[in-house]
């Protein structure tokens, strides 16, 4: 079974403060997907990481795929009270082709 | 354009009753998701339909969930009877294939509580 965990599951934090959240697992993923999902609301994607040692920029979200494609990371600098939510990795599973999420990072930012 | 559809959003039954959600995917979108997602968990799979055939079923509890996409169009996914444990939100997704490259999107899901 391919599992995902995130950490840390829950963060809060400060306006203006930088944070970095991490994706691990044993497994190694096709690709792997970032989501953020608002009270209510479902997830919506982010960004997809394929190739090992990626790094992609979205306005002040940098995400980054491990070498080996088994982890990934998220990081937000100045991090802004819109940044508030949950954070959802989610693997594409080399084998079956399924999105695995992990259980997800919970992000408070305080003004 | 409209984004995928999910009613109600909230739903509040006593164990041992049915209940019924019903999902609109987006126009021209072949595939269809359905997932449970626990409080403070991610979402997890419990059906997978490629217009109206079930392509994966393995994660749904078939002694009490149940599942129909009659016209590959909209989903309906099913309870009986529901358990205390069944309280979660029920998301339903929509992706115009059902590669690993389509991009899934989800709708604002339905919020079960069994009592």
């Known amino acids: 079974t391919q599992l995902l965990e995130q950490s840390p599951q829950f963060l809060s934090i400060q306006e203006g403060e930088n944070l970095t959240v991490y994706c691990n697992s044993s497994?190694?993923?096709?690709?792997l997907q970032w989501y953020r999902q608002e009270p209510g609301e479902g997830p919506v994607l982010l960004v997809t990481?394929?190739?090992?040692?990626e790094v992609k920029k979205l306005k002040r979200l940098t995400f980054q795929f491990g070498d080996a494609r088994k982890d990934s990371s998220l990081h937000i600098t100045a991090a802004q009270p819109g940044d508030t939510g949950l954070y959802l990795c989610?693997?594409?599973?080399?084998?079956?082709?399924?999105?695995?999420f992990g259980q997800g990072t919970t992000l408070q930012v305080k003004p | 354009e409209a984004g995928v559809v999910q009613s109600p959003r909230y739903k509040i039954i006593e164990k041992k009753q049915p209940v019924a959600f019903w999902c609109n995917p987006i126009?021209?979108?072949?595939?269809l998701y359905w997932y449970l997602q626990n409080l403070g968990q991610g979402p997890e799979l419990l059906i997978r339909?490629?217009?109206?055939?079930?392509?994966?079923d393995s994660q749904l509890p078939k002694d009490r969930f149940s599942a129909e996409r009659l016209k590959g169009v909209d989903s309906t996914l099913k309870i009986q009877p529901a358990e205390l444990g069944d309280s979660a939100v029920y998301l339903c997704a929509s992706s115009l294939g059902g590669t690993s490259t389509d991009t899934q999107y989800f709708g604002p899901g339905t919020r079960l509580t069994v009592l």
């Open positions: 497994s190694v993923f096709s690709s």
């Open positions: 126009s021209g979108h072949n595939t």
């Open positions: 989610a693997g594409i599973s080399s084998n079956t082709g399924k999105l695995i």
């Open positions: 990481v394929v190739t090992g040692g």
């Open positions: 339909y490629e217009n109206e055939e079930a392509v994966d």
